[in-house]
C-alpha cells in the first residue's frame, strides 16, 4: 500500500474509532447517572439499525443467514460486549476501560490457535504478550482492581470470541451484512432487558445522548467496514489501538479523568503492540509482495 493510500487508511480507521468513543461518551454519561446499561445498549443496537439498515443492501435471499448459529453466536457476543463496557463506563474512566477492553487481541489469538488452528508469529505473540502486559498495569489485577474493570475485562473477553467468530463467517457473507446482523441480533436479544427494565423520564437531553451513542456506534462501524474494504483485517487491526488517545483525550476534556501513572504506562504498552503489529503487517505484505514479483 503506497503511502497516500496508508495515510487515508489511517485516517479513516482514526475517524472511526474516535466516532466509537463518542459513542461511549454519551453512553457513560448516562450510565453514571443512574440509567441502567443494558437499556443503553439496547437503545444503541436498535437505532443504529435503523440508521444502517438503507445502506446495507440486505435481501430477502440473506435473510436466513440471520438464523445461521454462527452469526447468531457473533451477534451475542458483541451484544454482550457492549452492555459490559457499558456497565464499566459507568464507574470507570474511560481510557482505563478501553485499555482493559484490549484484552480482546489477546483472547482472539488463544482461540484461534485452539479452534481454528493458526500458528501465529512468533514476533507477532511478543508483541501480544506486550499489550497483555499493558493491559494488566491497567486493570492492576489484586492492586487496586475495581468491579468497574472487571466489568471491561469481561467485555475485552466478548470481544476476542466476537473477532474470532468474525474471521470464521466473513468469508460467507458481506461485511455490510455482518454489521447489519450483529445490530439486528442484538436489539432482538435485548429488547426483552431493554422493555422489562426501568425506563428513564425522557427529555431533549437524554434523547441527545440516545443519538450520539447510537450516532457515534453506528458511523464508527460504518467507517470501520468501508476501511476494511481497502486492507486487509490485519492492517486495519492494529490502527484500532489509535482507540486509546482519542479516549484519553475524550475522558479528559469530558470527565476530567486522566489515567494514573500505571495506567498510563499501560496504555503505552498498548500502543507499542498496536504499532509494532502494524510494523509487522507491513513488512510481511512487502515481502509477499517481493515473493510475488
Known sequence: MRGIELAG??????????????????????????????????????????????????????????????????GFFIAAG????????????????????????????????????ERPAPLRSLLLAVGFAGVMLVV??????????????????FYGAYLVMTRVVSGQVR??????????????????????????????????LVAISAGGSAMGNFLLVMASRRAEASLIAPLVYSQLLSAMVLGALVFGDWPDVWALAGLALIALSGVGSLLVSQRQARLAGQGAA
Not at 20 to 45: E, H, N, Q, Y
Open 175 to 208: 461485511p455490510r451484512f455482518l454489521l447489519l446482523s450483529q445490530l439486528l441480533l442484538g436489539t432482538a436479544m435485548l429488547t426483552p432487558f431493554g422493555l422489562g427494565g426501568d425506563w428513564p423520564g425522557m427529555n431533549w437531553g437524554l434523547a441527545g
Open 9 to 74: 487508511l489511517i485516517a479513516t480507521v482514526f475517524g472511526a474509532v474516535t466516532c466509537v468513543v463518542i459513542g461511549d461518551t454519551a453512553g457513560k454519561l448516562m450510565t453514571s447517572s443512574g440509567i441502567d446499561p443494558v437499556w443503553v445498549a439496547w437503545t444503541r443496537f436498535g437505532l443504529a439499525a435503523l440508521v444502517l439498515l438503507p445502506f446495507s443492501g440486505l435481501t430477502r435471499a440473506e435473510l436466513p443467514r440471520l438464523l445461521d448459529w454462527r452469526v447468531v453466536l457473533r
Open 140 to 157: 492492576k489485577p489484586g492492586f487496586g482492581a475495581t468491579i468497574g474493570m472487571a466489568f471491561a475485562l469481561t467485555a475485552g473477553t
Open 82 to 117: 457492549i452492555s459490559c463496557i457499558l456497565t464499566a463506563l459507568r464507574t470507570e474512566p474511560l481510557a482505563n476501560v478501553f485499555g482493559a477492553f484490549f484484552i480482546g487481541p489477546v483472547v482472539a489469538y488463544v482461540l484461534a490457535i485452539l479452534f481454528l488452528g
